[in-house]
């Protein structure tokens, strides 16, 4: 039986991470795309065999058809995982033009490229899975990050886009929206702001912060034949803040 491969974007460190472990822990081959050298070989190295380090800042627009095309060269690309995003907190007044396009670029351009030239090889093959990763930001108006917030709303509604065009190809594209889960990340900007902490875990029913690996079994769920009969769909995974009161 030939080995999946998977495509992880942002795969060396926090949600990414797990996600990418959780693939190569089930015999999944990964390539883990990041753009720090010594970071991406090291999570490579922690996560075993399966993990296989690509080099590549994804804004680099122009340079992602040939890295997906070096990738597709080592077989069939099954799952992709568009994980990789920045984050900006600015006041609405103080975000420029160029703060606001670089968010998009990321977030957004880069998904859109990848995920066009991996489509491109599923289509050969027959069919893969596509699993975007959204936030609760889509989902909430929530100050401080009007770029973000936009660019995770335009996730979802490409999820939902690609979802439908590709699904007579055997292409599903499905989308999980994280709530505050515990990474380095979060750990500090919750550490740092007390009555923020208290304001996400009041309003989560479960009262706890997510694990990353409770990301990574949601995007596993969508990245495998479990969920066959699910596309076009946004999972939020957040202990039920987004529903809570």
Do not use: H, W
């Amino acid at each position: 039986m030939n080995t999946k491969i998977a495509i992880v974007t942002g795969g060396n460190s926090g949600l990414g991470f797990a996600t990418a472990k959780k693939l190569c822990d089930n015999g999944i081959k990964t390539f883990i795309i990041g753009r720090t050298k010594e970071k991406t070989e090291d999570a490579c190295t922690e996560i075993g065999p399966n993990a296989i380090p690509v080099i590549f800042d994804l804004n680099n627009l122009e340079g992602i058809p040939g890295m997906i095309n070096e990738i597709a060269k080592q077989g069939t690309i099954d799952i992709l995982v568009n994980n990789a995003g920045i984050n900006l907190k600015k006041e609405f007044i103080d975000v420029t033009d160029e703060d606001f396009a670089s968010i998009i670029n990321t977030n957004v351009m880069s998904v859109f490229a990848v995920s066009r030239e991996v489509v491109k090889v599923m289509k050969e093959n027959g069919g893969g899975n596509i699993v975007n990763i959204s936030s609760m930001a889509s989902q909430y108006g929530i100050p401080k990050v009007i770029a973000y917030s936009a660019s995770k709303g335009a996730i979802e509604a490409m999820t939902r886009a690609m979802a439908v065009e590709l699904a007579p190809f055997g292409i599903r594209t499905n989308c999980v929206a994280p709530g505050f889960i515990k990474t380095k990340m979060s750990a500090k900007a919750l550490d740092s702001d007390p009555e923020r902490k208290n304001k996400v875990l009041s309003r989560t029913p479960m009262g706890i912060l997510g694990e990353p690996s409770d990301i990574a079994d949601a995007v596993y769920y969508f990245a495998t034949s479990e969920s066959k009969f699910t596309t076009g769909t946004v999972l939020p995974v957040d202990g039920g803040n987004s529903i809570g009161f």
